[in-house]
C-alpha cells in the first residue's frame, strides 16, 4: 500500500521542481530590475515599485493564485486577446503568482543588500568620476553575494509554496496526494508521504545550496584574516 501510493504521489515531483525553477528564473530576473530602479532613486517608478512590493508581500500567495487564474476570464477584452491561452492555462498562471510572489521578497532582500554596501565603496566609485549607473553595475553583484544567505531561505520558500499549484488543478506533489486521497481516504499515510517528499527535497536542496554558499561567500572568510 506504501509503495502504490508513494508511486502515484511521486509522479508529481516533475511538476513541482519545474514549477519551483521557472518561477525562480523569473522572479529573479524581476528582482534584479526592481532592486536596480529602486536603488537609482527616481520617485515615480520607485513608488510603483514599492506599491507592487506591498500588494505582493501583504497578500496570501493563495490569493494571488486565485486571482491571477480565476480574475482575468471576467474581462471580456482579455478573453478575446491574444494572452488568454496563457492566461487561461493554469500552469502559467500558478508559475506568474509565484514568481511575481518571490521577485517582491527577493527585491526586499536584494534592496536590503545595496543600501548595506559600506558607504566607502560608493564614495570610491564617484571618486573614480563612475555614473550611478556604472556604480550600480559594480555594486549590484557584491550585493547579491551579501544577500545569498538569505535568497537560499527564499528558494526553498518557493518550492514549499508550489504546493498551493493544486488547488487550481496542477498536478504536482500535492496534486496527486489530493486526488489519492479522493478515492482512498488514508489522510495520514497519504499526506504523510507528501510531506516526506518535501522534507527529503529542500533537505536535498538546503545541502546543495549551503555548498554553493559557501563557496561564493568565501571572499569574505579570506577578507577576515
Known amino acids: 500500500m506504501f509503495e502504490d501510493y508513494l508511486s502515484v ?13 521557472a518561477s525562480l528564473l523569473i522572479a529573479f530576473l524581476l528582482a534584479l530590475l526592481f532592486t536596480f530602479i529602486l536603488a537609482m532613486g ?11 512590493l506591498v500588494l505582493f508581500t501583504g497578500t496570501p500567495l493563495l490569493i494571488q493564485i486565485f486571482l491571477i487564474y480565476s480574475g482575468p476570464g ?28 518571490s521577485a517582491a521578497y527577493s527585491t526586499q532582500l536584494f534592496y536590503g543588500a545595496v543600501k548595506a554596501i559600506p558607504k566607502g565603496q ?44 493544486s488547488t487550481i488543478t496542477i498536478m504536482d506533489i500535492m496534486g496527486y ?26 533537505g536535498i536542496a538546503t545541502l546543495v ?8 561567500l568565501a571572499f569574505e572568510r579570506f577578507e577576515s584574516k
Not at 9 to 21: D, E, H, R, V, W
Not at 90 to 101: T, V, Y
Not at 131 to 137: G, M, N, P, Y
Open 177 to 202: 496526494a489530493r486526488q489519492l486521497y479522493g478515492t482512498e481516504y488514508d489522510a495520514l499515510t497519504i499526506y504523510g508521504i507528501a510531506g516526506g517528499i518535501y522534507l527529503l527535497i529542500t
Open 74 to 101: 471576467q474581462f471580456e477584452f482579455i478573453t478575446q486577446s491574444p494572452l488568454w491561452p496563457l492566461l487561461s492555462n493554469a500552469w502559467f498562471c500558478a508559475m506568474l503568482a509565484l514568481a511575481l510572489n
Open 122 to 165: 560608493w564614495e570610491s566609485c564617484a571618486a573614480l568620476g563612475l555614473s550611478r549607473v556604472q556604480t550600480l553595475k559594480i555594486l549590484i553583484p557584491y550585493a547579491l553575494k551579501r544577500a545569498l544567505p538569505s535568497y537560499t531561505n527564499e528558494i526553498i520558500l518557493v518550492f514549499k509554496g508550489t504546493s498551493l499549484a
Open 42 to 52: 527616481n520617485r515615480w517608478l520607485k513608488s510603483a515599485v514599492n506599491f507592487y
Open 9 to 21: 504521489i511521486a509522479q508529481g515531483i516533475p511538476t513541482s521542481l519545474l514549477l519551483t525553477f
Open 209 to 216: 545550496l549551503r555548498k554553493v554558499e559557501n563557496k561564493v
